[in-house]
């Protein structure tokens, strides 16, 4: 088992207890048993890539959130932050070169 296997395990643990869902209540909203959620997060079982949708659809996070806790929220906060800094950076550039003429 590699490292990423192992966040994404910890991850959808994570997510899902914080959630409050447990493994059947999981199972039933991405439509396969609780043995195979079971399955996933006890090691034995890699989940496609159509269950991952799933399961990250049913935790309502983003599926890059099941390999990197926080990664859209993150990608989310420096966007705003670079929009919000470039949009003030370029309003008084403008400021700047339509004084000077």
Request: charged share 25%; hydrophobic share 40%; with cysteine.
């Amino acid at each position: 088992m590699n490292k990423y296997q192992k966040d994404l395990v910890s991850n959808l643990k994570f997510y899902r207890e914080k959630q409050k869902i447990s493994q059947a209540k999981l199972a039933e909203l991405c439509n396969c048993s609780a043995g195979t959620i079971g399955c996933i997060e006890s090691f034995r079982q890699l989940p496609s890539i159509d269950l991952l949708f799933s399961i990250a659809n049913a935790l309502e996070i983003h599926p890059a959130d099941l390999f990197l806790r926080n990664a859209s929220s993150v990608s989310t906060k420096l966007k705003d932050t670079l929009e919000s800094r470039l949009t003030s950076d370029i309003k008084a550039l403008l400021e700047t070169y339509f004084q000077g003429q």
